[in-house]
């Protein structure tokens, strides 16, 4: 199979590597030398560690590198069955890319944009034929992480569907299918994980430090809210959470954070920067603050952490309930696409869905504010005493 990708940075570079090491000819095409030459470069280091780790040897490495050609021009990838747009978030700049690559390729080329949140019928809708346009938004380290969220637009046909599956399932990808909503299945879900965290600090409830290694040790999270903050970009995560609550129409659940919005404009923006919520221009990692600085109170881990664990589960309830997924793909994408240790909807069957109803309602309570809606779903099933699983 031939595939297409636009843009070489990290993701689109990683799709390339996934793509060529399952035996796909890859054409990697970037409008920058200098962006491919580093690409390039990137994919042999990358390599030279797998072989150092045992994971590949030197053929493997040769095949995987000769399944990729680096071009500079959009009529390079004219043969392509596939292709997949990764290049910056901005739905002018990847319609007018869009509009250009379909002179090129085939009429039953595929072509299909990472966006982690953009509107997938809105970049069909720059196509002479739309019903060929679908989202498959990786995750990064695409050739590390297991999940791919794949998103068909009202004009997607049920071919183009089903052919991306397959190619995808065939790269040795889970994939969830999600609906063309804001967010998507995990940007959307996973907001209260940030946001709630946020809240929490804001209320003066706990230190960044305290909550992070809350939701570590209590809850088994593999990086704290504030950890992971750091590591994804404070000028990143805040964009999208804007464009989430600015998509769904300034619902409150979606509210950006003021502390946030700070960190960014100050240039905080995280380990990339070398100070975020923690500093780490003194060589210090952000594990190494969270266990010095914590407050280790367990009794105020608990209730962080139900706090923001119950408002994970709220909205992958919701996220049934409005069918933006089915409850195996939202699991499947919490636990594959963001390593969270256990599905939410799992998790909520585990805690009790009555509890999670009366721990909302007691947010509610406190608060009066919409963003604590209990979602009518985990209302109905504690009525009815069902499970999700």
Request: glycine fraction near 6%.
């Amino acid at each position: 199979m031939n595939i297409g990708i636009i843009g070489s940075g990290t993701m689109g570079s990683g799709i390339a590597q996934v793509a060529a090491t399952a035996g796909c000819q890859v054409k990697l095409y970037d409008t920058n030398q200098a962006a491919l030459d580093k690409a390039k470069a990137a994919l042999e280091k990358i390599l030279n560690r797998l072989i150092e780790k045992g994971r590949i040897d030197a053929d493997e490495k040769y095949r995987i590198q000769s399944n990729i050609s680096y071009v500079d021009s959009l009529k390079g990838l004219s043969g392509s069955n596939l292709t997949i747009e990764a290049i910056i978030e901005n739905l002018d700049i990847k319609k007018k890319v869009f509009s250009e690559l379909e002179r090129y390729v085939a009429e039953d080329c595929i072509i299909a944009s990472n966006t982690s949140s953009l509107s997938i019928a809105s970049i069909a809708a720059s196509l002479q034929k739309p019903e060929r346009c679908v989202g498959i938004h990786f995750f990064n380290p695409a050739p590390l992480m297991k999940l791919v969220e794949v998103i068909p637009a009202i004009q997607t046909s049920e071919a183009v569907l089903k052919k991306s599956i397959e190619t995808i399932s065939n790269w040795k990808k889970t994939v969830a299918v999600a609906k063309d909503t804001p967010g998507f299945i995990v940007n959307r879900v996973a907001r209260p994980f940030y946001g709630e965290a946020l809240r929490i600090y804001e209320e003066g409830i706990a230190d960044f430090a305290t909550i992070d290694w809350s939701l570590k040790t209590v809850g088994g999270f593999r990086m704290g809210p504030f950890e992971l903050m750091d590591f994804i970009g404070n000028d990143v995560n805040y964009t999208v959470t804007e464009t989430v609550f600015t998509a769904f129409y300034f619902d409150p659940r979606y509210k950006p954070a003021f502390t946030q919005k700070r960190f960014s404009e100050a240039g905080y923006l995280g380990r990339k920067s070398g100070r975020g919520y923690y500093d780490y221009q003194n060589g210090m990692s952000s594990a190494e603050f969270i266990s010095a600085s914590a407050k280790k109170d367990e009794k105020l881990a608990e209730q962080i952490f139900n706090r923001v664990l119950v408002m994970l589960i709220n909205e992958a309830a919701d996220a049934l309930f409005l069918n933006i997924a089915s409850a195996e793909d939202i699991d499947n994408a919490m636990t594959k696409g963001v390593n969270y240790p256990k599905g939410l909807l799992a998790w909520a069957d585990e805690i009790g869905i009555g509890k999670c109803v009366t721990a909302l309602d007691k947010l509610y309570d406190e608060y009066h504010e919409d963003r604590y809606r209990c979602s009518p779903l985990l209302r109905k099933m504690s009525r009815e005493h069902k499970t999700f699983f």
